[in-house]
């Protein structure tokens, strides 16, 4: 099957520094992608959705200038979390749809701390 | 209301026993539904599509009611590794899924 392929797997930063998050669709291309957030027992909150060649499309209360997301390429998308602060903490996720309104393909998901 | 309610849980069964979960979504509109499975700390993990004619995976059996709005999945004979989250997922199309917030199984001894 599609693989999605989310790197890295976790990551630890100070407080006011970035992070890059890095998602991959490994065997076919991506045109869209899903970025989600999700908190300590709380469900996938979808954050944006990537589109390769525009603008990335920001859910409601999402700052774009904070997470900002490129897809240069059919299989990549990436997600900048900027100045990151301790309440960014979270597991971020991405996903890639399978074509024909079949299942989404998610990557292994990033666990980001910021102290 | 919510896109996709599940009712979060936690369910707690004994090993062997069934288990149903519910889900319901708002737009008449979605075109297609699935289960997934998410264990703590990981990404989830399509378990199993839900078709209008139901389908049955082993243990596991899905069903979908579009005039009620709402798909379920049945777990016969629980195994302890059935703990996780249970996530229904709704695609409304252009290829937008939404989740619902999850269901906790933990399966007991």
């Known amino acids: 099957g599609a693989v999605v392929s989310q790197h890295p797997s976790w990551v630890i930063c100070k407080s006011g520094t970035s992070v890059k998050i890095e998602c991959r669709s490994l065997d076919f291309q991506a045109t869209t992608m899903f970025w989600y957030r999700q908190f300590p027992k709380q469900s996938l909150m979808l954050m944006a959705t990537?589109?390769?060649?525009?603008?990335?499309?920001?859910e409601q209360g999402v700052e774009k200038d904070k997470f900002l997301i490129n897809h240069a390429s059919l299989t990549l998308s990436t997600l900048t979390v900027t100045s990151a602060h301790p309440e960014d903490s979270s597991f971020y996720i991405c996903s890639a749809p399978g074509q024909w309104n079949t299942e989404a393909f998610f990557g292994q998901g990033t666990r980001l701390t910021v102290v | 209301r919510k896109e996709v309610e599940q009712d979060p849980g936690p369910f707690n069964v004994p090993e062997g026993a069934t288990v149903a979960f519910n889900c319901t979504y708002s737009?008449?509109?979605?075109?297609?539904f699935f289960w997934y499975r998410q264990d703590c700390r990981k990404e989830p993990k399509l378990l199993m599509s839900?078709?209008?004619s139901g389908n049955e995976d082993g243990r596991f059996t899905a069903q979908l009611n579009r005039a009620s709005q709402y798909i379920s999945l049945l777990i016969r004979d629980s195994k302890l590794s059935d703990s996780a989250t249970y996530l229904c997922?709704?695609?409304?199309?252009?290829?937008?899924?939404?989740f619902g917030i999850g269901t906790k199984l933990q399966v007991i001894p």
């Open positions: 997922v709704v695609n409304k199309g252009y290829q937008k899924v939404t």
């Open positions: 839900v078709y209008s």
């Open positions: 990537s589109n390769e060649g525009s603008k990335a499309t920001y």
């Open positions: 737009n008449s509109a979605s075109q297609s």
